[in-house]
């Protein structure tokens, strides 16, 4: 698997429901964010959790990281057909440089009406 | 991502033209960042500019591509001799600051090479 993977590939919730999506990577990281993609537009930033924090919130958004286990959870509470998009995480490796992401292939979610 | 400027949103090329792609920083970012993303994957960095500058370029192929950002106008991506393979979408981002990891995305190129 490659440095930033977000599981699951696609998600399909109804409307109201909470929708939780995971990013794992490999290497050591100073940073992981959640970036957010409509269809055929570009990546809107969401948050930026650093690796000295656990948990950030923004919002319907709630972030975790967990460095021991190198991952990333990314919960969208009361979802909104309007988040129908997909959610990529990206991790700037420690030693390396912030602007350098790496990015996953993404996860799809669908909210239904 | 509002504020970061990129055209042509889409360009069509043939094989063994020339593309050409612009990027516009937000107002008050002297720092661009070219990313690609080919298709169901995900982005991968290719090039970061000063004015003037080339700060890190580990991520240009290293045949056809080359970048600049002049002291005036916007950046641009230059693909000479496009090739099949070079179809994706090009996003450009912004930073006030350097290697701070806020990058502002713009709506991205997407060229089509036929």
């Known amino acids: 698997s490659q440095q930033g993977e977000e599981d699951p590939q696609a998600l399909s919730i109804q409307e109201g429901e909470n929708a939780t999506m995971n990013c794992s990577y490999k290497?050591?990281?100073?940073?992981l964010q959640w970036y957010r993609q409509n269809s055929g537009r570009g990546l809107v930033h969401l948050i930026l959790i650093r690796s000295n924090e656990r948990e950030k919130h923004s919002g319907r958004l709630r972030v975790t990281l967990d460095t021991s286990k190198k991952s990333s959870s990314l919960l969208i509470t009361a979802s909104r057909a309007a988040d129908t998009a997909s959610y990529f995480c990206?991790?700037?490796?420690?030693?390396?440089?912030?602007?350098?992401?790496?990015f996953g292939k993404g996860t799809l979610l669908t909210v239904n009406p | 991502n509002a504020g970061v400027m990129q055209n042509p949103r889409h360009l069509v090329r043939r094989r063994g033209q020339e593309a050409r792609l612009r990027c516009s920083p937000m107002k008050g970012h002297s720092h661009v960042y070219w990313y690609r993303q080919l298709p169901e994957e995900g982005l991968k960095f290719m090039v970061y500019?000063?004015?003037?500058?080339?700060?890190?370029e580990s991520g240009m192929p290293k045949e056809r591509f080359s970048a600049e950002f002049p002291k005036e106008g916007p950046s641009i991506l230059r693909i000479q001799q496009v090739v099949r393979g070079d179809s994706a979408a090009y996003f450009c981002?912004?930073?006030?600051?350097?290697?701070?990891?806020?990058?502002?995305f713009g709506e991205g190129s997407r060229l089509t090479v036929l």
């Open positions: 290497t050591s990281i100073n940073n």
């Open positions: 990206a991790t700037a490796n420690s030693g390396g440089s912030n602007y350098k992401l790496t």
């Open positions: 500019l000063q004015k003037e500058n080339i700060i890190d």
């Open positions: 981002a912004s930073s006030r600051q350097g290697d701070t990891g806020e990058l502002f």
